[in-house]
């Protein structure tokens, strides 16, 4: 094909005198401009052949609305310092992104499966899907890349509880659309800067000596010695009494060891067994073996003992938060408390424990020990029914 060059000439269309501007076009086919008045024509083509010296065939080829286009586009980036190619560069992942078929239900399921994948905690996974679920039945059938962060603190407004759990959905959630960024198909996160709910801090929740030994009471033999060890040792439920094994615990040595799951940021530590806790794990003493159940049945059970104890409320890690405050209330020993509760910042320790329990409950407390097997026994199975003593009889006397 042969190239268009730059040329003006004369024509005659339905008896009228024409002069055409022929120019090379963007694509490379021949673009004609026609002009009555000669002068016009001159100043059209001359403009022309600047254009294709100094910029080419593109340049050229605009027309005059896109020439306008342009112009208004470069005034309105100037106060911002940037050139239209400049914000075409930014504006391009975003397309890009919004062009990505990518709706939130099947990313979702998608995200699920990478969790389970990466070996989760069941509860963590259970908390996760409810309020994924609750989103989707807003924004399911959205594109990912189309959610705004206005639309989300909206939502998260609207949602139920209080502003603890609004941090929780902002929290959960926003780990769903992190995961969406990185494997671009959102540009950018619309939770990172969606509002947070204002949380009026509160003292750690601790049961009473008399809930404490409820529980215990009520409790099966199946989780009865999880619940003692997190009530007087103070693992954690999920990270250290499911990963317990019988081999851990020394009863002649009156030690538990508590392996961490990341050995990079937590070390091995050992937690002392106080007389009340041996008492409590004695009866159900194995060699090896898991020392409690996990996932699902640990908090079936636990739920059983708290509906058997007539438990109205359950703080967050009450166990652990009850250890914490009895045994600084007892011990008066930061130093120890927090070595075996694997704290590592003592102002945080004493903002969660410090005064937060009466000392002669704290007496109370570590006393809470099982009820004796005649305490167990009802009276009437206890008490046997005996027939009443005969009088003595009385000797003759001999004559």
């Not at 090896?288 to 703080?315: H, I, M, Q």
Request: charged content about 30%; proline content about 6%; hydrophobic content about 35%.
């Amino acid at each position: 094909m042969r190239k268009t060059k730059l040329r003006m000439r004369e024509t005659t269309i339905n008896g009228e005198r024409y002069f055409v501007v022929i120019y090379p076009g963007m694509d490379g086919m021949r673009q004609r401009d026609h002009f009555k008045n000669r002068a016009e024509a001159k100043t059209f083509h001359d403009r022309k052949r600047v254009e294709l010296a100094n910029f080419g065939t593109a340049a050229a080829a605009l027309d005059e609305r896109q020439r306008a286009e342009y112009l208004e586009c470069c005034d309105i980036l100037k106060p911002y310092g940037l050139s239209l190619r400049d914000a075409v560069n930014k504006l391009l992942p975003q397309l890009k992104a919004e062009k990505t078929t990518s709706l939130v239900s099947k990313t979702m399921e998608k995200f699920l499966q990478a969790k389970e994948s990466d070996g989760l905690s069941s509860r963590y996974l259970k908390d996760l899907k409810n309020r994924l679920k609750k989103f989707s039945k807003k924004f399911g059938a959205r594109n990912m890349a189309s959610i705004t962060t206005a639309e989300v603190d909206d939502w998260l407004r609207s949602a139920p509880g209080g502003p603890v759990n609004r941090n929780n959905y902002k929290r959960n959630i926003g780990v769903f659309f992190s995961y969406a960024e990185r494997r671009g198909l959102i540009l950018k996160n619309p939770f990172i800067n969606a509002s947070k709910a204002k949380v009026i801090p509160r003292g750690v929740g601790i049961l009473s000596p008399e809930q404490a030994s409820s529980l215990l009471e009520n409790a099966s033999d199946e989780i009865q010695p999880a619940i003692a060890i997190g009530l007087f040792a103070g693992l954690r439920p999920e990270a250290e009494v499911w990963r317990l094994d019988w081999e851990h615990i020394n009863l002649e040595r009156n030690l538990i060891r508590v392996d961490p799951i990341n050995t990079k940021i937590a070390a091995k530590r050992f937690v002392t067994i106080t007389d009340n806790l041996k008492a409590w794990l004695l009866p159900h003493k194995k060699k090896a073996g898991p020392v409690s159940p996990t996932g699902d049945k640990y908090y079936s059970l636990l739920e059983k003992a708290r509906t058997a104890g007539k438990f109205t409320e359950w703080p967050s890690d009450v166990l652990r938060h009850s250890y914490g405050s009895y045994h600084y209330a007892k011990f008066q020993d930061i130093g120890k408390a927090m070595a075996e509760m694997g704290h590592v910042n003592s102002r945080t320790f004493l903002h969660h424990y410090r005064e937060r329990v009466d000392p002669r409950d704290a007496d109370s407390y570590w006393q809470i020990l099982p009820p004796s097997k005649l305490d167990k026994a009802s009276p009437k199975k206890t008490a046997k029914k005996r027939a009443p003593t005969p009088p003595p009889k009385k000797r003759s006397k001999r004559v």
